[in-house]
């Protein structure tokens, strides 16, 4: 079997990308991590790519809504469109302060097309976010997303989704009292943490258990969910398709779901 390239990007201690390191390495993944990229130069997950001879970068976002802030529109990627991204992510600017917003997101483009252009320079066939603590613009998702390719970054998720989106699952998870808690692993949309869903692992939550004991459980499931995802992935098992159901009273509800084929 061929062996994929894997691209990952993270923004912290990187135990997840160490644990696809290790699958490739041990050869239960059929792929190689080919560059691992970061909005943070003090990421661990930059060391353990080090330690492995991948090839490693960082975009500064900070320094990026800088130079953006005194060159304005200078630093914005030409082929960046506004409305098309308001549009996208359903985000409307009487919502909310326009300049702002078009600040906001003419900073996360430019940072964007900077990621972009050093992943550019590493082919890859599947892009894996492994704590990588960016929410990204359809910017971004269209322009690794191309049709010929269809949906090729996958994200891991520290919850059951689609309870508890966002940056902190676990404490969600944990401050709800939730009796079983777990992670996703699922395909990136223009949504947070929306995307079809790939796999899922849960844990049962004792009444002994702290958030320090949750994290603990799950980031062990974590790092079996991502080796069997990206594998599934990595052996073209992982069809996306569209599925309409009924509902009552003649209501339908259309979904993009994650069929895994034997
Ligand atoms: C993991 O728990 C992952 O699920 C979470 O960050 C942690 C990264 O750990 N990701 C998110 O919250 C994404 N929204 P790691 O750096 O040790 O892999």
Redesign the pocket.
């Given at each position: 079997m061929n062996k994929i390239r894997i691209g990952v990007l993270?923004?912290?201690?990187?135990?997840?990308?160490q644990a696809i390191i290790d699958a490739c390495e041990a050869g239960r993944i059929p792929g190689k991590v080919v560059f691992v990229g970061s909005d943070n130069s003090d990421a661990y997950?930059l060391e353990r790519a080090k330690r492995h001879k991948i090839p490693a970068f960082v975009v500064n976002y900070r320094k990026i809504a800088r130079c953006y802030d005194q060159e304005k529109e200078g630093t914005i990627p030409d082929d960046f469109n506004l409305h098309e991204i308001l549009e996208k992510q359903r985000l409307f600017p009487q919502s909310g302060d326009p300049t702002k917003l078009a600040r906001f997101l003419g900073i996360r483009a430019s940072a964007e097309r900077a990621l972009i252009d050093k992943m550019n320079t590493h082919p890859f066939d599947l892009l894996v976010?492994?704590?990588?603590?960016r929410t990204l613009s359809p910017y971004f998702i269209d322009r690794i997303n191309m049709s010929r390719l269809g949906h090729r970054i996958m994200?891991?998720?520290?919850a059951l989704l689609p309870a508890f989106p966002g940056?902190d699952?676990?404490g969600d998870t944990f401050r709800y009292g939730c009796k079983v808690g777990g992670?996703t692993v699922h395909f990136v949309d223009y949504g947070e943490?929306s995307g079809p869903i790939i796999g899922q692992k849960a844990f049962e939550i004792d009444p002994g258990d702290t958030l320090e004991t949750i994290?603990e459980k799950?980031?062990h499931l974590?790092w079996e969910l991502y080796e069997d995802s990206v594998r599934l992935f990595a052996e073209g098992r992982l069809k996306i398709i569209r599925k309409v159901f009924d509902l009552k009273g003649g209501r339908k509800i259309e979904r993009t779901i994650v069929e895994i084929e034997s």
């Open positions: 993270v923004s912290g201690g990187g135990s997840n990308l997950g976010l492994a704590g990588f603590m994200n891991i998720h520290p940056t699952g676990y992670c943490d994290k799950g980031l974590e």
